[in-house]
């Protein structure tokens, strides 16, 4: 297994990955909410612009319809000038003054306007004060010239308005060089961590009034879909446990298949030394079976004469022990162990461990050990059978656990250290048990023997064998103050 894979399965990786995760689902929902927002401030400023602007196109229609209809006539009596009346038609106008020929504009600045006016073609702004909300307006004509003085505050179509007005967040202004006109007043934040700021800017669609629109949306922190956001990480929670959960099943029957592995291969390894042995101890009495049959039919062929129903029966019993002879036989070719020399190769001695390490690990947080290895930095590369490695380094270090119970929890300990010596690469398993009786240190190895009540007896005998045939040696010693010590010893493969 790699240390990747294995990094993600830390408990730290798990984190992350949920972090991460969480956090860009919940980044993904903030700017999905804040492009929403923006769209909506987006079109509901531009509608309070149309409307602004279609209301100040509407004050140069006005002052247009008036030098195009009024009659040209200098009366003063009200009556005679309809334009008066005005408004009660337009609230936002506030007073209309005439210029006839002979005649000059009460207010000075009129002058002013009105010449601009003629020279433009078109409506002038004569005054204005802005931030009060009013200004005037002028037409020059013939034989009349008009002028409004407009009221901004009656002027803006509430009734159409997209917004509303006093608890909108959006704040609305018109403003000309240094004069501002609060339209809607919004809410506002100060501060670098007030929120995030949407704006809009644009000019009247009248060129008699040159003023700008100006539009500003604070989105804050609490406008930001928390609910939805704390759902994402409640869903990602939820997933990233059941695939936790998924994952340490697979892990732990892939760990489960690799020690039924290791305990097949184990079971057929002393499988093939019963066999053996069986074979070995049957073969001769039967040698010796079908020497005396084959004699006594070679008897039984003198005088006196010979006794068909023996010779038969004899004839049966050697062909029987022939029989016997060659069953034991391929019993034992079937079962044998094969030679593993010629089946070695460069193997990574710390990986065999890593390996091992990690099936064995339920069993070690059962006993509550935590195996201390002690490795070179540099690789060492051992000629074996991986098989019968790990084979051998589970043995190892099982029975190192095993003894280990009969240890306090709090004096367990069991190291691990691998290292590379004279043409051998070396690999002991040492722990703090109760050790090994000095009178049975030398019978360690032997077949069926074994200190654990209902062990087998073949462990330790079957690593030796299987060490002796990769060309190594397996040795064991007691440690002080207590515990045991075992080392494998394989010859280095060449670099």
């Not at 949407?198 to 609910?227: I, Y």
């Not at 099943?249 to 690799?258: G, S």
């Not at 020690?259 to 073969?283: D, F, I, P, S």
Request: negative net charge.
């Amino acid at each position: 297994m790699s240390n990747a894979w294995k990094a993600i399965q830390s408990r730290g990786g798990w984190l992350l990955a949920w972090a991460v995760l969480a956090a860009l689902g919940s980044v993904a929902l903030a700017r999905q909410e804040l492009a929403r927002q923006r769209e909506d401030f987006e079109a509901n400023a531009r509608i309070a612009h149309r409307l602004l602007s279609q209301r100040a196109v509407q004050q140069d229609a006005v002052l247009a319809t008036l030098a195009l209809l009024q009659p040209a006539s200098s009366s003063s009596d009200p009556g005679a000038q309809p334009e008066k009346r005005l408004s009660s038609v337009y609230p936002q106008i506030l007073d209309v003054q005439r210029r006839a020929p002979d005649q000059a504009w009460a207010q000075p600045f009129l002058t002013d306007a009105e010449a601009s006016s003629r020279k433009a073609g078109r409506v002038a702004l004569a005054s204005s004060h802005l931030d009060q909300g009013r200004y005037w307006l002028v037409l020059g004509a013939d034989p009349i010239s008009y002028a409004l003085q407009i009221d901004l505050g009656t002027m803006l179509p509430w009734t159409e308005w997209p917004m509303e007005r006093d608890t909108s967040p959006v704040r609305v202004t018109l403003e000309q060089e240094h004069q501002i006109y609060e339209v809607q007043p919004g809410h506002i934040g100060s501060g670098a961590f007030s929120g995030w700021r949407f704006e809009f800017h644009k000019h009247l669609a009248s060129d008699s009034q040159p003023f700008d629109v100006f539009a500003l949306r604070q989105v804050g922190w609490g406008e930001l879909p928390w609910g939805w956001m704390l759902g994402w990480t409640a869903a990602v929670t939820v997933l990233l446990l059941a695939l936790q959960n998924a994952m340490r099943q697979r892990v732990e029957r892939k760990r489960a298949e690799e020690l039924l592995r290791l305990g097949q291969v184990a079971r057929l390894n002393t499988l093939g030394e019963l066999a053996a042995g069986m074979a070995h101890e049957l073969n001769q009495p039967l040698t010796a079976v079908l020497a005396n049959t084959q004699a006594a039919s070679r008897l039984l062929n003198d005088d006196p004469p010979e006794l068909d129903t023996v010779r038969s029966a004899m004839a049966q019993a050697i062909e029987q022990a022939r029989r016997a002879a060659s069953v034991v036989g391929r019993l034992r070719r079937a079962v044998e162990r094969p030679d593993l020399s010629g089946q070695l190769q460069p193997v990574k001695l710390q990986d065999a461990v890593r390996e091992v390490l990690y099936l064995l690990e339920p069993e070690c947080t059962r006993r509550g050990v935590t195996p201390q290895v002690q490795s070179p930095a540099a690789d060492v590369h051992v000629l074996a059978d991986r098989v019968a490695l790990e084979q051998i380094a589970h043995n190892l270090l099982m029975n190192a656990l095993q003894a280990l119970e009969q240890t306090p929890a709090s004096e367990r300990t069991l190291s691990v250290t691998i290292a590379a010596t004279e043409g051998q690469g070396t690999l002991s398993v040492q722990d703090s048990g109760p050790g090994i009786p000095a009178d049975v240190l030398p019978r360690i190895f032997e077949p069926f023997f074994s200190t654990r009540s209902g062990g087998l007896g073949l462990g330790l005998n079957l690593c030796e064998s299987l060490a002796g045939n990769m060309g190594g040696t397996l040795l064991a010693s007691n440690v002080s103050p207590h515990g045991a010590a075992l080392q494998l010893s394989l010859p280095l493969a060449k670099p």
